[in-house]
C-alpha cells in the first residue's frame, strides 16, 4: 500500500501549511454543521410523515467536506452515493435543493422528482447520477476519467461509496481499469464500519479497503475519516498526483454513521448502544469545531451564531421545498432518454 508521503504530512496544529486561509477553515466549519443538521431534520420531518424515506450520512461529514474542499467545483466530475449531503453542499447544492429532492418536488435538481431521495444529480457542478445498485458510480466514473484524459483536459473525476461497496465486481473492475489506464480518478471509502448490518470483519479478511489497492498497482491510503484536516490533506494530495498523470487512488476514509443505516433500519439488531456512544466521542463536528476554538479562529459566541443561522436557514428552505409543486403524472417519462 502506497501511503502519503512523510514530507506531507501534517498535524491538526499546522493547517496553515495546508493553504487554507481563516475564511476557508470557518467554510469547512459552517459546512459540516450545516450537513449535520440538515440531516437531522430529515430524520424529523421523516418521523413526522412528511417525508417518505432518508438515508443520510451523520458521521461522515469530515470524510466528505474534507474531500468536496480539496476539488474544483463544477469543473472536476462527481459520482456521489446516498450518504453524500456533505459533499453535495460543499460542492455548491443548496439547502432548499436537498429538501426538493427528499419531498419530490418536480424542480427538485437531482430528478424532477420522480426518483427516490439521495440520488444527487447536478450538471451545473457536475454532479452525475447513481442508480441505486451499489458500486456502480465507480464504473461511470471511470469512464468519465478515460474520456477526460483522451480530450487533454484538466480535470479529475472522484467517486464515492461505502465499504460494503467492494465487494461488488464493479468495483474491482474499476480499480482494475482506471490503473491499467492511468486514469484521473479518485475512489473514495468511506469505512463505516457496516455494510448496512454487517460488520466489517465479515466482508473482508483484510484490514484496509486501500490494502487492495497494491493488487492493481495503484496508489491507496488510509485516513482518519473523523479528522477534517487528515482527511483535506489526503485528498489534496491525491487530487494533485491525478491532475499530474499520475494515475489514480484508492482513498478509504475510517469513520462512523452514528444514525441507523436509514429511516427504515433498526440498528439496535446488531451494534450495542455503547459502541454507537463511543464513536459520538470522535464526532468529527465536534471535534474540528474543538481544534478552531483552540486555535483562536472560532469563539463559541461565533459557534452559537453560526448553528442560528444555519437552523433558520434549514427552517426557510423545508417551508419553501414543502410548498413547491409535485410532478405531474407525465413527467414519469422524463429523463429517461434524449431528448430534443
Sequence with gaps: MTTVPEKQRLSEGAAAHHGLSEAQLLDMHYKMVLARRLQDRCYILQRQGR????????????????????????????????????????????PREMFLNLFAKRADPASGGIQMPSH?????????????????????????????????????????????????GDFHEALNFASI?????IFVVENNGYAISEPTWKEMAIENV????????????????NDLLAVY??????????????????????????????????????????EVEE?????????????LLEQKILTREEAEKV??????????????????????????FKHQYAES
Excluded at 489506464?181 to 480518478?185: G, T
Excluded at 486501500?210 to 475519516?225: C, E, F, N, P
Excluded at 464513536?279 to 481544534?291: C, F, L, Q, T
Excluded at 433558520?312 to 410532478?327: G, S
Aim: charged share 25%; with cysteine; proline share 5%.
Design 210 to 225: 486501500s490494502d487492495r489497492a497494491a493488487a492493481y498497482g495503484m496508489k491507496g491510503a488510509t485516513v482518519d475519516g
Design 51 to 94: 417525508a417518505a424515506f432518508v438515508i443520510s450520512g451523520q458521521g461522515h461529514e469530515a470524510a466528505q467536506v474534507g474531500t468536496a474542499a480539496a476539488l474544483r467545483a463544477g469543473v472536476d466530475w462527481v459520482f456521489p452515493y446516498y450518504r453524500s449531503h456533505a459533499a453535495c453542499l460543499t460542492l455548491g447544492v443548496t
Design 279 to 291: 464513536w459520538a466521542k470522535r464526532d468529527p463536528v465536534d471535534r474540528y469545531e474543538r481544534y
Design 181 to 185: 489506464h492511468k486514469l484521473p480518478v
Design 120 to 168: 444527487w444529480s447536478y450538471k451545473r457542478l457536475k454532479i452525475v447520477s447513481g442508480s441505486s445498485p451499489v458500486a456502480t458510480q465507480t464504473l461511470h466514473a471511470v469512464g468519465v476519467a478515460l474520456a477526460i484524459k483522451r480530450r487533454g483536459e484538466d480535470a479529475i473525476a472522484i467517486t464515492y461509496l461505502g465499504e460494503g461497496s467492494t465487494s461488488q
Design 233 to 274: 490533506q489526503t485528498a489534496h494530495w491525491a487530487i494533485d498526483e491525478a491532475r499530474r498523470g499520475h494515475g489514480p487512488t484508492l482513498l478509504e476514509a475510517k469513520t462512523y454513521r452514528i444514525v441507523p443505516h436509514s429511516s427504515d433500519d433498526d440498528d439496535r439488531r446488531y451494534r450495542t448502544r455503547k
Design 307 to 332: 448553528r442560528q443561522r444555519i437552523d433558520e436557514e434549514i427552517a426557510e428552505a423545508v417551508a419553501w421545498a414543502e410548498q413547491q409543486p409535485d410532478p405531474e403524472p407525465g413527467d414519469m
